[in-house]
């Protein structure tokens, strides 16, 4: 089926540092989710996009749905500690199921005060 | 109100017992959704209801068993489980009017399930 590559799988950094990181598939899509997970929670929905070339800001955190419509870019500016946790993208194939979302594998934060 | 709720929070079970999940939203959302997700795993689509109907099944193992009782309400009914679906299970629901094309799913917090 349809996969997605999210990178980085996992990111250390110190609290004030900006972070970014980015998903990509293999086939055209037409919503981009990004959401964030922390232990034992259920995932929290951050940003949501819905256009080619879209920018999108929540606080902090800044998306983007890329031009080609095959990839997407969360950054987090100056980290904090709360901001630690597994950031998921997930999307809709345009071709697919209007249900069914595509997740990427996971990034993990983690963020030293 | 995007609050999804999910009880009970944590459940341990025996292979021989029948329990139930029980998933609540108040968004007026018509389609709600089961997924699986185990540790550092991305959620993994179950089953999808849509207008109290049931649309998708992942090839579920029947010993799953949803039930969508209103369009706010949406169950699952768990028998003869085995150690391997321990795990957390996670209720979501997103507006059916595609026509909006808005196609965000809002999570609820899930509820851990081990099985002994």
């Known amino acids: 089926g349809q996969q997605l590559n999210q990178s980085p799988q996992s990111m250390f950094i110190q609290e004030g540092e900006d972070v970014s990181m980015n998903c990509t598939s293999s086939s055209i899509f037409n919503t981009w989710l990004w959401y964030k997970q922390d232990p034992g929670e259920g995932p929290v929905l951050l940003i949501a996009?819905?256009?080619?070339?879209e920018l999108t800001s929540n606080g902090r955190l800044t998306a983007q749905f890329g031009i080609t419509r095959k990839d997407s870019f969360l950054n987090i500016s100056a980290s904090i500690p709360s901001d630690v946790g597994i950031y998921f993208c997930?999307?809709?194939?345009?071709?697919?199921?209007?249900?069914?979302?595509?997740f990427g594998k996971g990034t993990l934060l983690t963020v030293n005060p | 109100d995007t609050e999804v709720t999910q009880t009970p929070k944590h459940l341990v079970m025996g292979m021989t017992n029948k329990k139930s999940l029980k998933c609540e939203q108040h968004?007026?959302?018509?389609?709600m959704y089961w997924y699986k997700q185990k540790a550092k795993k991305p959620p993994e689509l179950m089953f999808v209801y849509s207008y109290e109907k049931l649309s998708i099944n992942e090839s579920v193992p029947s010993r799953f068993s949803p039930e969508c009782p209103n369009s706010s309400l949406l169950n699952l009914h768990l028998h003869a489980l085995q150690p391997e679906d321990s795990a957390l299970y996670l209720c979501a629901s997103s507006q059916r009017t595609w026509t909006s094309g808005r196609h965000e799913q809002f999570f609820g917090p899930g509820t851990r399930l081990t099985v002994l």
């Open positions: 997930a999307g809709r194939d345009s071709g697919g199921s209007n249900y069914k979302l595509t």
């Open positions: 996009l819905y256009k080619a070339g």
């Open positions: 968004m007026g959302h018509r389609a």
